[in-house]
């Protein structure tokens, strides 16, 4: 069974840094694009930025400059470096992985379960 798990979440104050983590766990083959998305309540689930397996990044305009997505294939592990927060940055974030369980096996996408980030003015 795939499950991803994210870390690193928390509360920090306006101008401050977090580093979020998933990682993936379970039988698979590779993993294609990964991505970090983020909710307010209320709201719909928004794509903050993803990465290909090549490296590849992409950002929404609101966040370029302040996050920085990367991972490490080996591990299983994507990351989102966040840097000078601000209260519009408060949300739950959730990471996303598109996943082969085969190499013959069409793409699924799992979803982990969510960390809060809170920042203060």
């Known amino acids: 069974q795939v499950q991803l798990a994210e870390s690193g979440g928390g509360s920090v104050q306006n101008g401050g840094s977090l580093r979020l983590s998933c990682v993936v766990s379970?039988?698979?083959?590779?993993?294609?694009?990964m991505g970090w998305y983020r909710q307010t309540p209320g709201q719909q689930r928004d794509l903050v930025a993803s990465?290909?397996?090549?490296?590849?990044?992409a950002y929404v305009d609101s966040v370029k400059g302040r996050f920085t997505i990367s991972r490490d294939n080996a591990k299983k592990t994507v990351y989102l470096q966040m840097d000078d927060l601000g209260p519009d940055d408060t949300a739950v974030y959730y990471c996303?992985?598109?996943?082969?369980?085969?190499?013959?096996?069409?793409?699924?996408?799992?979803w982990g379960q969510g960390t809060q980030v809170t920042v203060s003015s």
């Open positions: 379970g039988i698979i083959s590779s993993i294609n694009e």
């Open positions: 990465i290909s397996t090549a490296g590849t990044t």
């Open positions: 996303n992985a598109e996943v082969l369980m085969t190499p013959y096996s069409r793409a699924v996408r799992f």
